[in-house]
């Protein structure tokens, strides 16, 4: 009689044993494909103000250096002259946070128009393919608005908006 309850405790021991290999073998599977990677959940988005937005943006590899192409649209409802643009990084070509200017941009945009920025980021620190990058972008321009400036140059006051990029480092090919 003895044996009979070994026997069944065995049983029961080697039916929830293959259960629960079962279960590390379908968790092992779901960690390799990386559907548990934080980075996998961040939405991509460049944000700077309604009136003035980011209608597309790109991160990528080039060669040593990474490069970040942004386009900006003129939706102000007056012209404006785009004076400066600058991204505020943090461990992106430089160690700490780091500030990457156009210089002066000088481009006028009428109302509906667009322009694109390219920024190269140079030097030690440069992101592995596929990581996740945040930056701050600062768009100073003038107001072209007649009533304001009606020669549409850089006097007057200027307007300073600020936004944000997350963006995922591509690699072309």
């Not at 293959?18 to 934080?38: C, E, H, K, M, Q």
């Not at 500030?99 to 592995?128: H, Y």
């Amino acid at each position: 009689m003895r044996s009979k309850k070994g026997q069944a405790a065995a049983e029961y021991l080697v039916t929830y044993g293959w259960a629960l290999l079962l279960l590390v073998v379908v968790i092992a599977i779901l960690l390799s494909t990386g559907i548990f990677n934080p980075s996998a959940f961040v939405g991509e988005e460049c944000v700077i103000q309604p009136d003035i937005p980011c209608t597309g943006f790109q991160l990528y590899k080039s060669g040593s250096s990474t490069v970040l192409l942004m386009s900006v649209e003129n939706r102000l409802g007056y012209t404006m002259l785009l004076d400066e643009v600058k991204v505020t990084t943090t461990d992106l070509g430089q160690a700490g946070e780091y500030t990457w200017t156009t210089g002066r941009v000088g481009t006028e945009l009428g109302q509906g128009g667009n322009a694109t920025i390219r920024f190269t980021f140079t030097g030690d620190k440069q992101p592995s393919p596929d990581a996740i990058e945040r930056m701050k972008v600062s768009l100073t321009y003038y107001s072209c608005a007649r009533e304001v400036n009606a020669a549409c140059d850089a006097s007057g006051n200027p307007h300073t908006v600020t936004g944000r990029i997350t963006a995922r480092v591509l690699v072309p090919g």
